[in-house]
């Protein structure tokens, strides 16, 4: 057997079948610094090597069965690359659930001025002041509050797209919109497209899909839809729709793929059939129609003019 782990054939024999290297106790489910535990004794630097471990960041590895994603190299970079860093931006977005990176993008994480860390390929540190309000200890590493993680993206992503970010924010935390528009209403307190981005998000969409049509919708200068209407005929409940305008009876709905799943298109029907019988007609919108935001403005005016 070698040192990691693995059963070796002897020459004119079948092949060996290999053993599951063993994980030491103290490191299963663990991210760690394989310097630190190759000094302590607990693993050779050949066995560092072997399939039961995988690597993060130069000199950081967990093991292998934790499944790899953004979330877990961010608590890596900023529990064991660099302690007391604090995990901003889009990072802090995905510890706080909201998936705005994958396991392939850059990690981001914050540093105090006058720090000057090593490069890691994987990570992008930022030098910035941070108050004491805006960190907070979340999955036992810092990272920025929801409200300051929204204004860290309202200044880093394109304006729709920071839309998107803040309204997710706003369905997975308690970030207050109220509040966050009150943080940059100042003068000076916030560049004008921050003010703008926070202005714009509205917290109420159930999918990123929601954000954009509502975005697109604001921009055709359409009138503005109600959104997330309960519609009620007789006095009953009907249905639930993205954006009406209840004066001229009309929703506009996004189709997304779960519209698909196995039960849900019954189910579809029989909604828009209430919805039709209480008088409603529903404007379906796919993200094809998305790629031809003319076309689609004109199916919502021509609706709404009738």
Same mark, same amino acid.
């Given at each position: 057997?070698?040192?990691?782990?693995?059963?070796?054939?002897?020459?004119?024999?079948? /092949?060996?079948?290999?053993?599951?290297?063993?994980?030491?106790?103290? @490191?299963?489910?663990?991210?760690?610094?394989?310097? $630190?535990?190759? !000094?302590?004794?607990?693993?050779?630097?050949?066995? @560092?090597?072997?399939? /039961?471990? !995988? =690597?993060?960041?130069?000199?950081?590895?967990?093991?292998?069965?934790?499944?790899?994603?953004?979330?877990?190299?961010?608590?890596? $970079?900023?529990?064991?690359? @660099?302690?007391?860093?604090? &995990?901003?931006?889009?990072? *802090? *977005?995905?510890?706080?659930?909201?998936?705005? /990176? %994958? &396991?392939? +993008? %850059?990690?981001?994480?914050?540093?105090?001025?006058?720090?000057?860390?090593?490069?890691?390929?994987?990570?992008?540190?930022?030098?910035?002041?941070?108050?004491?309000?805006?960190?907070?200890?979340?999955?036992?590493?810092?990272?920025?509050?929801?409200?300051?993680?929204?204004?860290?993206?309202?200044? *880093?992503?394109?304006? +729709?797209?920071?839309?998107?970010?803040?309204?997710?924010?706003?369905? $997975?935390?308690?970030?207050?919109?109220?509040?966050?528009?009150?943080?940059?209403?100042?003068?000076?307190?916030?560049?004008?497209?921050?003010?703008?981005?926070?202005?714009?998000?509205?917290? !109420?969409?159930?999918?990123?899909?929601?954000?954009?049509?509502?975005?697109?919708?604001?921009?055709?200068?359409?009138?503005?839809?109600?959104?997330?209407?309960?519609?009620?005929?007789?006095?009953?409940?009907?249905?639930?729709? %993205?954006?009406?305008?209840?004066?001229?009876?009309?929703?506009?709905?996004?189709?997304?793929?779960?519209?698909?799943?196995?039960?849900?298109? *019954? =189910?579809?029907?029989?909604?828009?059939? =209430?919805?039709?019988?209480?008088?409603? !007609?529903?404007?379906? &919108?796919?993200? /094809?129609?998305?790629?031809?935001?003319?076309?689609?403005?004109?199916?919502?005016?021509?609706? @709404?003019?009738?």
């Amino acid at each position: 057997m070698d040192d990691g782990g693995r059963l070796r054939a002897r020459p004119g024999q079948p /092949a060996a079948v290999p053993v599951q290297p063993r994980v030491p106790d103290r @490191l299963c489910g663990r991210f760690f610094r394989g310097s $630190a535990v190759v !000094r302590a004794g607990w693993l050779t630097r050949q066995q @560092l090597r072997g399939p /039961a471990w !995988r =690597r993060l960041f130069q000199d950081v590895y967990v093991d292998a069965r934790v499944p790899d994603t953004h979330g877990l190299r961010a608590r890596a $970079a900023a529990a064991v690359l @660099l302690p007391g860093a604090v &995990v901003t931006g889009a990072s *802090a *977005a995905v510890l706080w659930g909201v998936d705005l /990176a %994958d &396991v392939r +993008d %850059d990690v981001e994480v914050t540093v105090p001025p006058g720090t000057h860390p090593r490069r890691h390929p994987g990570l992008v540190v930022r030098r910035s002041p941070l108050p004491e309000t805006d960190v907070v200890l979340r999955h036992h590493v810092q990272v920025t509050t929801p409200t300051a993680t929204a204004l860290r993206l309202a200044r *880093a992503l394109p304006r +729709d797209e920071a839309v998107v970010a803040v309204d997710q924010l706003v369905a $997975a935390t308690e970030l207050d919109l109220r509040r966050l528009r009150a943080r940059v209403r100042p003068p000076g307190s916030a560049p004008a497209r921050v003010r703008a981005v926070c202005e714009l998000a509205d917290g !109420r969409a159930e999918s990123p899909q929601e954000t954009r049509l509502r975005l697109l919708l604001h921009r055709g200068r359409l009138p503005v839809p109600v959104a997330q209407l309960v519609v009620r005929h007789g006095g009953e409940f009907v249905a639930r729709v %993205d954006f009406a305008w209840p004066d001229v009876k009309v929703a506009v709905e996004y189709d997304g793929a779960w519209h698909g799943a196995p039960g849900e298109l *019954a =189910r579809d029907r029989r909604r828009i059939n =209430r919805l039709q019988e209480a008088g409603w !007609r529903v404007l379906y &919108v796919t993200a /094809a129609d998305m790629h031809h935001p003319e076309r689609l403005l004109a199916r919502i005016r021509a609706a @709404l003019a009738r």
